[in-house]
Structure formats: structure tokens, C-alpha cells
């Protein structure tokens, strides 16, 4: 059983930056596709980012591209969102999560799995 943890939220203005981190337990990591996902209040978590099992591959929003960069360090278990230029609009819960379904022309929420807690990232104007 995978567990994933993020961290690294927080409250920043506009223009700021930020890193996440998502931290897998288990032997099976580098097996997987990683992604981000995010969710504003009453809205339907949506994504954010995703990355290949070897971290080769890169996948974005259009919302987010130029300005998040997905990574991940096999060796460490762990995947990260850095977060520049926040913007009010990316204030929202974020979670990461493994792809449990092969990509079929859109990153769904239903295909991952493994969810973590969340952590909170607060941007203010």
C-alpha cells in the first residue's frame, strides 16, 4: 500500500514562490506516472501536473506552464511542484497522486489513486 504525503503549503503573496513536496512510501515509485492535482473551494479538483516514471517526461495545465515545474527524485521517494509567479487564482488544496490507469487523452482525477492529505497554498493580491 502506497501513502503519500505532501507538504510544503503555505500563505504568500502574488509574484511568490513556493515548492511541494509529496513523499511515497513503499518500494514501488519509480513504477509509476506522478501527478498534481488541485482543488479550490467549491470548485472540482482539477490538474495541475504530472511526470514520467524516470521523470523525463513533463506534462502541465495550460494554467500552470512556464510557471510550475514538476520533478521527482527517485532515490528519495519523492515528487515536487515548484510553484513561481503564484497568482490569487492558484490559491487552492493540492494533492499528489499515482496514475493507476494508462492516459487515455485527458488527466483524470478517476485514473490516479493513492491520495494524500493535501496541503493548503494561499495566495493573497
Known amino acids: 500500500q502506497v501513502q503519500l504525503v505532501e507538504s510544503g503549503g503555505g500563505l504568500v503573496q502574488a509574484g511568490d514562490s513556493l515548492r511541494l513536496s509529496c513523499a511515497a512510501s513503499?518500494?514501488?515509485?519509480?513504477?509509476?506516472?506522478m501527478a498534481w492535482f488541485r482543488q479550490a473551494p467549491g470548485k472540482e479538483r482539477v490538474f495541475v501536473a504530472a511526470?514520467?516514471?524516470?521523470?523525463?517526461?513533463?506534462y502541465y495545465a495550460d494554467s500552470v506552464k512556464g510557471r510550475f515545474t514538476i520533478s521527482r527524485d527517485n532515490a528519495k521517494n519523492t515528487v515536487y511542484l515548484q510553484m513561481n509567479t503564484l497568482k490569487p487564482e492558484d490559491t487552492a488544496v493540492y494533492y499528489c497522486?499515482?496514475?493507476?490507469?494508462?492516459?487515455?487523452?485527458?488527466?483524470?482525477?478517476?485514473?490516479?489513486?493513492?491520495w494524500g492529505q493535501g496541503t493548503q497554498v494561499t495566495v493573497s493580491s
Open positions: 513503499g518500494r514501488t515509485f519509480s513504477s509509476y506516472f
Open positions: 511526470i514520467g516514471r524516470s521523470g523525463g517526461n513533463t
Open positions: 497522486a499515482r496514475q493507476m490507469r494508462a492516459y487515455s487523452g485527458a488527466w483524470k482525477v478517476s485514473d490516479f489513486g493513492s
